[in-house]
T-cell receptor
Framework: EAGVTQFPSHSVIEKGQTVTLRCDPI?????LYWYRRVMGKEIKFLLH????????ESGMPNNRFLAERTGGTYSTLKVQPAELEDSGVYFC??????????????FGPGTRLTVL | DQQVKQNSPSLSVQEGRISILNCDYT??????FLWYKKYPAEGPTFLIS?????DKNEDGRFTVFLNKSAKHLSLHIVPSQPGDSAVYFC??????????FGTGTRLKVLA
């Protein structure tokens, strides 16, 4: 069974440009999450989808970030316009049950975003 | 305000000995705890978890201990192997879908 996949693995853009990250969850997982790790710090929650609906987007930094999951399959995270502080590794995760207790989130390899 | 803290950024252990990684938390409402392992350029890989109704969970060489009164979680790896060298993240959740992670501890197992 394929795991969570993310594309691209690495993106280098200039400040002010737009970048779109993609995540394909494990097949059958209705729950999809985005996280970010900045400069060796903790991995921080950004948002959670159940199918195509946003359940919790409390971790989204600001309105320059837009996440979508049309059709409830893959998800995209767009940053527009990108700022220097957006640099970091963006992880996607998926889970089957979606309940916090007893559920396990499986992570993708991440997209390393560098904003110059 | 960090709710999950891993105060040791790094740890070195001899092969075959025990590795003990520690994690402290502040939110008494957390009801599910996990440990993830991360190799460079890879995503975090689930290792082991424990519900707040338990105080110990074991899976092969890995055991997680939960001390709710002290708000403390630890991961024991016995015996440690060179392949265990990685960054270990502690995570917790409050019955929601949002995992709160610590900053990680880099474990180095020396051959």
């Amino acid at each position: 069974e394929a795991g969570v996949t993310q594309f691209p693995s690495h993106s280098v853009i200039e400040k002010g440009q737009t970048v779109t990250l993609r995540c394909d969850p494990i097949s059958g997982h209705d729950n999809l999450y985005w996280y970010r790790r900045v400069m060796g710090k903790e991995i921080k929650f950004l948002l959670h989808f159940v199918k195509e609906s946003k359940q919790d987007e409390s971790g989204m930094p600001n309105n320059r970030f837009l996440a979508e999951r049309t059709g409830g399959t893959y998800s995209t995270l767009k940053v527009q316009p990108a700022e220097l502080e957006d640099s970091g590794v963006y992880f996607c995760a998926s889970s089957l049950l979606g309940s916090g207790s007893g559920d396990t989130q499986y992570f993708g390899p991440g997209t390393r975003l560098t904003v110059l | 305000d960090q709710q999950v803290k891993q105060n040791s950024p790094s740890l070195s252990v001899q092969e075959g000995r025990i590795s003990i990684l520690n994690c402290d938390y502040t939110n008494s409402m957390f009801d599910y705890f996990l440990w993830y392992k991360k190799y460079p350029a890879e995503g975090p890989t689930f290792l082991i978890s424990i519900s707040s109704i338990k105080d110990k969970n074991e899976d092969g060489r890995f055991t997680v201990f939960l001390n709710k009164s002290a708000k403390h979680l630890s991961l024991h790896i016995v015996p440690s192997q060179p392949g265990d060298s990685a960054v270990y993240f502690c995570a917790a959740s409050v019955g929601t879908y949002k995992y709160i992670f610590g900053t990680g501890t880099r474990l180095k197992v020396l051959a």
